[in-house]
């Protein structure tokens, strides 16, 4: 995921969140990842997961999900955002749950993620 994001000019940072990142992933937990990024994902989200199925998508306001399901039965939710989405002047209260249930940077070449991570606590 790193090595993939790195060649990806058109993303800010990208996370893993939820129950893998707070290390308590049980065998039938989903894989959550929140992207921050000016694009829709349409062209790069095949690319994270060949092969996945998309599943579920939705607007959450300020995120995009694509719910994917890869060949092996995991299921990926690919939560897309702006950069805007860690501003820390203030931090957004739905940011704020997401950083505190869990958020580990994967590509932060900004620090954004690490700034919201530090405004959040």
């Known amino acids: 995921m790193e090595e993939w994001a790195k060649t990806r000019d058109d993303l800010a940072a990208v996370a893993l969140a939820g129950s893998w990142a707070r290390g308590s992933a049980r065998d039938d937990s989903d894989v959550d990842l929140v992207v921050l ?28 999900e694509h719910r994917l399901r890869l060949p092996s039965g995991l299921e990926v939710e690919v939560g897309i955002a702006a ?3 860690a501003a820390t ?3 957004d209260a739905g940011t704020r749950r997401v950083v505190a ?5 994967l590509h932060d070449p900004q620090r954004l993620l690490a700034e919201l991570a530090c405004a959040s606590r």
């Open 37 to 64: 990024t000016e694009t829709d994902g349409d062209e790069w989200v095949p690319e994270l997961a060949p092969g996945a199925q998309l599943i579920r998508g939705g607007d959450w306001g300020a995120v995009t």
């Open 101 to 105: 249930d869990g958020l580990r940077a």
């Open 83 to 85: 950069p805007s989405w």
């Open 89 to 91: 002047d203030p931090v």
